[in-house]
């Protein structure tokens, strides 16, 4: 079992930032690729940025290519979401997620595919 725990999230204005950390527990990360998904008031949960567990290919919806940057720190069982020049769009509940992976290449989009979560954290930006 891996246990995930969201942390970072708070209240800002347009133009801020943020860093968001998944912090891992239970088992090492290390094999495990990682996703970062939100959910805005009222919307479905979309995904947002991932990244493979060899940290060499990390993929990114099109409204934060530019501005977020995801990342991970294997010895410290922490993946971050670096979260630049926030928009009023980019509010939600931000959830990491994890799945192992046998290819340390591949990263997941697909909510479906991974195995654990982490119980989120909210980000709110004000305009």
């Known amino acids: 079992q891996v246990q995930l725990v969201e942390s970072g999230g708070g209240l800002v204005q347009a133009g801020d930032s943020l860093r968001l950390s998944c912090a891992a527990s239970g088992r090492t990360l290390s094999r495990y690729a990682v996703g970062w998904f939100r959910q805005a008031p009222w919307k479905e949960r979309v995904f947002v940025a991932a990244?493979?567990?060899?940290?060499?290919?990390?993929y990114y919806i099109d409204s934060v290519k530019g501005r977020f940057t995801i990342s991970r720190d294997n010895a410290k069982n922490t993946v971050y979401l670096q979260m630049n020049s926030l928009k009023s769009d980019d509010t939600g509940v931000y959830y990491c997620a994890a799945k192992y992976a046998f290819d340390g290449t591949n990263y997941y989009t697909e909510e479906n595919r991974y195995d654990y979560w982490g119980q989120g954290t909210q980000v709110t930006v004000s305009s």
């Open positions: 990244i493979s567990w060899n940290g060499g290919r990390i």
